[in-house]
């Protein structure tokens, strides 16, 4: 029996700021963020909108057509978690209307936690495979104005149905990990913007590749030169290329580059109009390669590096099956991202600056976002989730 991803869907906001506006107003040449690092556009979440909402819309698709009563566990990712002590995933829960039979939890560790939540979803699907199991993954980026980060921000949420015998991905049980504890990006409990340190974080980041990929190595037959493509942690574009450059030099593969670009381009498509969606980046990768790829990606072995600052990491890989196109969500996601709405820098600020309220008071928030489901009010500490 095979266990791994059997539908994958993605959501992200309804209004964005091109790079171009932000890099006009700093003065700049747009292309270092076009070509720089290898983003167009960030996604902005509205103010009715937080990473329940996005999450709420991303799973929608998938429980509309499985069902409320057969998901066993709904297993909720993140790092920009809206409460220190309940899980975001019960909000989504009531939202989707899930059965009470219903394991729900919340993983943390910066943006690798949707991989952690991945492979657990395997362990209880192997465990019981009658009872599918829900893996969400929801973030905003948000950085201070002015700061290197500032154009690395976007919001964005992605779900994953984890079955035995998986329409889409089937992955192998052998995987290479590295942990280290280490302060290239963190974001203390009183601050609501995220410190980092970009070149340090970047250092580790390919040294943790170097890591996994060895262990991986000790744990599994797969070789290199198995693995048609690679998707990797995108917490902006141009990481994918500097990470494949680094596997291809550790391998020895001898690859072009325009064989090293083959590999990786496909998934670059959607996180460039996204942005950073932190522990939702890799995976909405992985859906721009199932949804992007020129050819058919039947039976390719697809290699996948999920990177959490602070640190842990962890390579795994997988097979596409060949029904996979079936079981996409392409016509929707395509259409989420071209009726989205571009900001101008003034609103862009605007929407920037909105007060978070926390003094206990009754806030209504104004209604802008487009999704299914909204955050219509904060009253005393209360979030109130309703559906449009």
Same mark, same amino acid.
């Given at each position: 029996?095979s266990?791994?991803?059997?539908?994958?869907?993605?959501?992200?906001?309804?209004?964005?700021?091109d790079?171009?506006?932000?890099?006009?107003?700093?003065?700049?040449?747009?292309?270092?963020?076009?070509?720089g690092?290898?983003q167009?556009?960030m996604?902005?979440a509205?103010?009715?909108?937080?990473?329940?909402?996005?999450?709420?819309?991303?799973a929608?698709?998938?429980?509309e057509?499985?069902?409320?009563e057969?998901?066993?566990?709904l297993?909720?990712? !993140?790092?920009t978690?809206?409460?220190?002590?309940? $899980?975001?995933g019960?909000y989504v829960?009531r939202l989707?209307?899930?059965?009470s039979?219903?394991?729900?939890?919340e993983?943390?560790q910066?943006c690798?936690?949707?991989?952690?939540?991945?492979?657990?979803?395997c362990?209880?699907?192997?465990?019981?495979?009658?009872?599918p199991?829900?893996?969400?993954?929801?973030?905003?980026a948000r950085y201070?104005?002015?700061?290197?980060?500032?154009a690395t921000?976007?919001c964005?949420?992605?779900a994953?149905?984890i079955t035995?015998?998986?329409?889409?991905l089937a992955?192998?049980?052998?995987?290479?990990?590295?942990?280290?504890?280490?302060m290239?990006?963190?974001r203390?409990?009183?601050?609501?913007n995220a410190?980092?340190?970009?070149?340090?974080?970047t250092?580790?980041y390919?040294?943790s590749?170097?890591?996994?990929?060895?262990?991986?190595?000790e744990?599994?037959?797969?070789?290199?030169?198995?693995?048609?493509?690679?998707?990797?942690?995108?917490?902006f574009?141009?990481?994918?290329q500097?990470?494949?450059?680094h596997?291809?030099?550790v391998?020895k593969?001898?690859?072009?580059p325009?064989?090293?670009e083959?590999?990786?381009?496909?998934?670059?498509?959607?996180?460039?109009?996204?942005?950073?969606?932190y !522990?939702?980046?890799?995976y909405?990768?992985?859906?721009?390669?199932l949804?992007n790829?020129?050819?058919?990606?039947?039976?390719?072995?697809?290699?996948?590096?999920?990177y959490?600052s602070?640190?842990?990491?962890?390579?795994f890989n997988?097979?596409?099956?060949?029904?996979?196109?079936? &079981?996409l969500h392409?016509?929707?996601?395509q259409?989420?991202?071209?009726?989205?709405?571009?900001?101008?820098?003034?609103?862009?600020?605007?929407?920037?600056?909105y007060?978070?309220?926390?003094?206990?008071g009754?806030?209504?928030l $104004?209604?802008?976002?487009?999704? &299914?489901?909204?955050l219509?009010?904060?009253?005393?500490?209360?979030?109130?989730?309703v559906?449009?």
């Amino acid at each position: 029996m095979s266990v791994g991803i059997d539908e994958i869907s993605f959501y992200t906001s309804g209004q964005y700021l091109d790079l171009k506006t932000l890099a006009e107003h700093q003065g700049i040449d747009s292309n270092k963020y076009y070509d720089g690092i290898g983003q167009e556009k960030m996604s902005m979440a509205s103010v009715d909108e937080d990473v329940v909402t996005l999450a709420a819309n991303a799973a929608l698709p998938i429980v509309e057509r499985i069902g409320r009563e057969s998901i066993g566990a709904l297993l909720f990712a !993140t790092e920009t978690g809206i409460d220190q002590s309940k $899980a975001a995933g019960v909000y989504v829960h009531r939202l989707l209307e899930l059965n009470s039979n219903c394991r729900v939890v919340e993983l943390k560790q910066a943006c690798y936690s949707a991989t952690a939540a991945v492979q657990m979803g395997c362990a209880l699907v192997a465990r019981n495979p009658a009872r599918p199991v829900l893996v969400v993954a929801s973030d905003v980026a948000r950085y201070d104005l002015g700061s290197p980060g500032e154009a690395t921000q976007g919001c964005g949420a992605v779900a994953m149905l984890i079955t035995a015998n998986p329409r889409i991905l089937a992955l192998d049980p052998e995987v290479g990990n590295h942990t280290e504890d280490v302060m290239d990006f963190w974001r203390p409990n009183y601050r609501s913007n995220a410190l980092v340190d970009g070149k340090y974080s970047t250092k580790i980041y390919l040294k943790s590749l170097k890591r996994c990929w060895e262990h991986f190595s000790e744990q599994s037959s797969v070789s290199y030169a198995d693995i048609d493509y690679f998707c990797y942690h995108l917490p902006f574009g141009k990481m994918a290329q500097k990470a494949h450059s680094h596997l291809s030099r550790v391998n020895k593969s001898g690859q072009t580059p325009e064989q090293l670009e083959q590999q990786i381009e496909p998934t670059l498509k959607y996180n460039r109009l996204i942005g950073n969606s932190y !522990t939702a980046s890799m995976y909405i990768g992985l859906c721009s390669l199932l949804e992007n790829s020129e050819e058919s990606l039947a039976g390719r072995r697809v290699g996948l590096f999920s990177y959490g600052s602070g640190c842990v990491a962890e390579f795994f890989n997988g097979v596409v099956q060949a029904d996979y196109a079936a &079981a996409l969500h392409k016509q929707r996601h395509q259409q989420i991202l071209s009726q989205r709405t571009e900001l101008s820098y003034d609103e862009y600020i605007k929407l920037y600056h909105y007060p978070n309220p926390t003094d206990g008071g009754d806030h209504r928030l $104004a209604e802008q976002t487009q999704g &299914a489901f909204r955050l219509a009010a904060i009253t005393d500490h209360k979030r109130e989730y309703v559906a449009r």
